[in-house]
C-alpha cells in the first residue's frame, strides 16, 4: 500500500501520525487474544441425535392364528371317535378324530391272503422252471404278481394309519365341522386346529402410509387390549396383501404378536394397533442441527463447536450440510449422533475456549 505525505488541513503533525497509525493498523493482520484469558463464556448446549421427531399412528386390528389348518381324513367312512371339543387346547399328537377301522382291517388280512397265495404262486413256477417244464415268461408274471400284492398291502396298512387324524403341533380347536359317528368321505374337513404359539394381528394400514414409509422409519409398534389396557405387546411386520381393498384404499397388514403371558388371547379378539414412526426422511442416518450451531469458514464450508463436558472447552468440528428443512439442517459429514455441540453464541467461540452450559442440556 501506498502513503501520502501532503500537508494535511487543520490537524497538524499529530493527527497525522494517528491517522497514519490507525491506517497501519487496518492493513496487519489481526490475532485472535489467546483462548486462556478469555472469561468463560455461557453458551446453550444440545445433545446431537438424541432423539427423533415421531409421528403416532393408531388402528384397529383382530387377532389371527400365525397358522391354522384343517384336518381331514384321506380314506372315507364311519366316523368313530371325536373326542375334541371347539375351544379346547390339545397338545402335539393327541388324537382329533378315528375312523371305524374293521373294513380296513379287514382289507389288510384280505391283502395279506393275496399276498400269501402270489408267494405260493412264485415258488412254484420257479421250481417248474428249474425243470425246464415251464416257460421264463411264466415266472416273470408270477414275480410281478407278488409285487404288485406287496404294494397293496403296504397301502392297506397306510389306509389304516390314515383313519386317524391327530395334532400336528400344540394346537386350539377352533371349529368341529363334523359330528360324531356320521360317514365321511376323503378330504372331508373335520375340525380345525390353529396354532397359538404365535398371533398375528391383521390391521389395515392406508395406501399413502404403505407406499412412503420404509422399515427403518419404524421406531415402536406395539398392540394392546382392552381387557389389559396397562399393558403394551410388541408386534413385527410379517406381511401384508398384495392388492388395496376396492372401497377403503387401504392394504391390510399382518404384524407377528408372540402369545401375550397370562392371558387366553384367540383368534376373532380385537386389538389396538399403535405404530411410531420417524418424521425424518431420506436417509435416516442423517443427523440435523439448528441452524444456529453452524458456523462459517472463509471459504464458505461449515463447521460446530462440539462441547467436551470434562475440561468445559469447545472444539472445532468440520461438517458438511444439506438442504434445511423443518426439521434443521440435516448434516451428511462429520456428525455420528451423539455429539454435544453448541447451538447458540457459536459465532463467539474460539477453539479451546471454556465456556459454561447455559441452563439444561437438551436434546435435538
Given at each position: 500500500m501506498s502513503i501520502s505525505f501532503g500537508r494535511s488541513k487543520g490537524y497538524g503533525l499529530a493527527g497525522f501520525l494517528f491517522a497514519s497509525a490507525a491506517t497501519l493498523s487496518a492493513c496487519k493482520?489481526?490475532?485472535?487474544?489467546?483462548a486462556a484469558d478469555q472469561a468463560i463464556r455461557p453458551a446453550r448446549i444440545v445433545l446431537?441425535?438424541?432423539?427423533?421427531?415421531?409421528?403416532?399412528?393408531?388402528?384397529?386390528?383382530?387377532?389371527?392364528?400365525a397358522q391354522s389348518i384343517d384336518v381331514t381324513f384321506e380314506v372315507g367312512g364311519p366316523l368313530q371317535k371325536l373326542p375334541v371339543q371347539e375351544g379346547q387346547?390339545?397338545?402335539?399328537g393327541t388324537l382329533i378324530a378315528a375312523l371305524d377301522p374293521t373294513d380296513l382291517n379287514l382289507a389288510i388280512r384280505e391283502a395279506k391272503v393275496q399276498l400269501k397265495l402270489a408267494r405260493q404262486d412264485l415258488d412254484r413256477k420257479q421250481r417248474m422252471l428249474a425243470l425246464r417244464s415251464i416257460a421264463p415268461?411264466?415266472?416273470?408274471?408270477?414275480?410281478?404278481?407278488y409285487e404288485l400284492q406287496q404294494v397293496r398291502l403296504e397301502q392297506a396298512r397306510e389306509s389304516l394309519a390314515d383313519s386317524r387324524i391327530t395334532a400336528p403341533f400344540d394346537a386350539y380347536v377352533a371349529e368341529r365341522y363334523v359330528d360324531n359317528f356320521v360317514n365321511v368321505k376323503a378330504g372331508d374337513k373335520i375340525a380345525r386346529l390353529n396354532d397359538l404359539h404365535e398371533l398375528l394381528v391383521i390391521t389395515s394400514i392406508p395406501d399413502h402410509l404403505l407406499a412412503t414409509v420404509s422399515a427403518d422409519q419404524v421406531l415402536n409398534s406395539s398392540a394392546s387390549f382392552t381387557f389389559a389396557p396397562d399393558r403394551r405387546f410388541p408386534i413385527s411386520y410379517r406381511r401384508n396383501r398384495g392388492e388395496a381393498d376396492a372401497v377403503a384404499q387401504t392394504y391390510e397388514v399382518a404384524f407377528a404378536l408372540p402369545r401375550p403371558e397370562g392371558l387366553n388371547v384367540l383368534p376373532g379378539m380385537t386389538a389396538k394397533v399403535d405404530i411410531k414412526l420417524s418424521s425424518r426422511v431420506g436417509n435416516p442416518k442423517v443427523t440435523h442441527i439448528p441452524a444456529t450451531a453452524l458456523v462459517s469458514h472463509p471459504d464458505t464450508s461449515f463447521f460446530v463447536w462440539q462441547f467436551d463436558p470434562d475440561s468445559q472447552r469447545v472444539r472445532r468440528l468440520d461438517v458438511e450440510v444439506g438442504t434445511p428443512s423443518k426439521l434443521g439442517v440435516p448434516v451428511l459429514k462429520g456428525l455420528q449422533g451423539g455429539e454435544l455441540i453448541v447451538s447458540s453464541g457459536a459465532s463467539q467461540l474460539q477453539d479451546g475456549m471454556e465456556i459454561r452450559a447455559l441452563g439444561d442440556i437438551t436434546n435435538y
Open positions: 493482520p489481526s490475532i485472535p487474544p489467546a446431537v441425535g438424541a432423539s427423533q421427531p415421531e409421528v403416532a399412528h393408531q388402528f384397529v386390528g383382530r387377532i389371527e392364528a387346547t390339545v397338545t402335539k415268461s411264466a415266472v416273470d408274471s408270477a414275480v410281478a404278481t
